[in-house]
Every structure is written in C-alpha cells, then in structure tokens.
T-cell receptor
Framework: SQQGEEDPQALSIQEGENATMNCSYK?????LQWYRQNSGRGLVHLIL?????REKHSGRLRVTLDTSKKSSSLLITASRAADTASYFC?????????????FGQGTILTVHP | DVKVTQSSRYLVKRTGEKVFLECVQD?????MFWYRQDPGLGLRLIYF???????EKGDIPEGYSVSREKKERFSLILESASTNQTSMYLC??????????????????FGPGTRLTVT
C-alpha cells in the first residue's frame, strides 16, 4: 500500500526559483527519505531524515519533518534546469520491516531555463 | 560507488512467455527489492529478499516469483507474462540494519530499470 503521498503532483517553475514539495504519511516511521528520478531512469537517494530530527540540509536541499502531522517537505533552493525530475518520498517503519520502504506517487518538477 | 545493474533496459515479450529479469549488486548488500512503476501509481513493491534463499512478498506479488541463490543476484520471474504486466521494473538493494553497518538506515540503491512490454 502507498503510504507517502506527495503534493503537488506536478510543479513548474523558472530557473533560480525555489521548489517545495510535500509528503504526508499515515503510520509511525523510523526515517523518511527523498529520492530523485530522471526520466526513464532508476531512483537516486537524495537525503534521509530520522524520526527524531526536525530539519536537515544537504547542499541546496532542505528537508523538514513534522511527526505530529505526519508530514515532510523538501525544499530545493535556487533551482536549475538540471533539477527537472520526479521526486519521491519514502518511509521506513523500522523494527522488523527489513528495510522496506513505502514510496509515494511522486512530484514531477519542471524547471524552465 | 555502489552499482546495481539490470540485465536489460528494454524487453518485449509475448503473452504467455516466461520472463526472467536479472539484478546484480556489487556492494555486498543483504537486502534486495523488486518494484514496478506505473504512471500515477508510484513504486509498488513486488518482492524483497533479506538474505540468500529468503524472500518475502511485497504489496503486489501475484503473477511473479523470485529467486535469490547468491547474495549479489536477485531474479524476478514472470511465470506467464500478461499484458497487464507491461511496466517499468526497478531493482534496488540496501544494507540490513542491525549489524555493524546499522548507520545506513536502509538507503536504497537502484538499478537503471527494465521497461517491459508484453504484447
């Protein structure tokens, strides 16, 4: 079953603008991860935030996590045309889940030069 | 760098054929996963394996089976391909936390995908 749900489904912005994508989930988690997928390719891991963290940065990426609202957001600052891709959040429940991730349906980001 | 490879990028098969999709990883990962990806449905887990010869059903195992005879290789088998199995198939691998590499927290590494068309 799909736990993570991204919002919006599609986002179109100009180069240099910031892009914000949101993810909601339903059950308790051990960590939440964001992945990027370029058209027709496999997914690439971007950033992971643990359930006891509230914010994390990596380069132009900023991820927040609000476990009380069961939601996360991914902010890409100063976007570039090369950021055009689909972005997925994925949750890990920890425990005996053996590392399984539950993926959302993704946000398609288009950055216009 | 971690490398996950899949045997084919594109595959066209006929209805009723037996189809093998192969995945190999070179990072000594315990976990391996098979997903299918369809427009509007995101990634759905078909099967996963956390050790050699071990397998667990995912969310949509019907019509599929898997084989893991060696740690680095995980095969997805479509016993009798049907048109509704036309999809992008993605393989992934990760460490199994709880051991000395527990800090990994299950980051998954993906192969490039196989786009399967069943006619």
């Amino acid at each position: 079953s799909q736990q993570g749900e991204e919002d919006p489904q599609a986002l179109s912005i100009q180069e240099g603008e910031n892009a914000t994508m949101n993810c909601s989930y339903k059950t308790s988690i051990n960590n939440l991860q964001w992945y990027r997928q370029n058209s027709g390719r496999g997914l690439v891991h971007l950033i992971l935030i643990r359930s006891n963290e509230r914010e994390k940065h990596s380069g132009r990426l900023r991820v927040t996590l609000d476990t009380s609202k069961k939601s996360s957001s991914l902010l890409i600052t100063a976007s570039r045309a090369a950021d055009t891709a689909s972005y997925f959040c994925a949750t890990n429940a920890g425990g005996t889940s053996y590392g399984k991730l539950t993926f959302g349906q993704g946000t398609i980001l288009t950055v216009h030069p | 760098d971690v490398k996950v490879t899949q045997s084919s990028r594109y595959l066209v098969k006929r209805t009723g054929e037996k189809v093998f999709l192969e995945c190999v990883q070179d990072m000594d990962h315990e976990n391996m996963f098979w997903y299918r990806q369809d427009p509007g449905l995101g990634l759905r887990l078909i099967y996963f394996s956390y050790d050699v010869k071990m397998k667990e059903k995912g969310d949509i195992p019907e019509g599929y089976s898997v084989s893991r005879e060696k740690k680095e290789r995980f095969s997805l088998i479509l016993e009798s391909a049907s048109t509704n199995q036309t999809s992008m198939y993605l393989c992934a691998s990760s460490f199994l936390a709880g051991g000395e590499r527990a800090g990994d927290l299950y980051e998954q590494y993906f192969g490039p995908g196989t786009r399967l068309t069943v006619t």
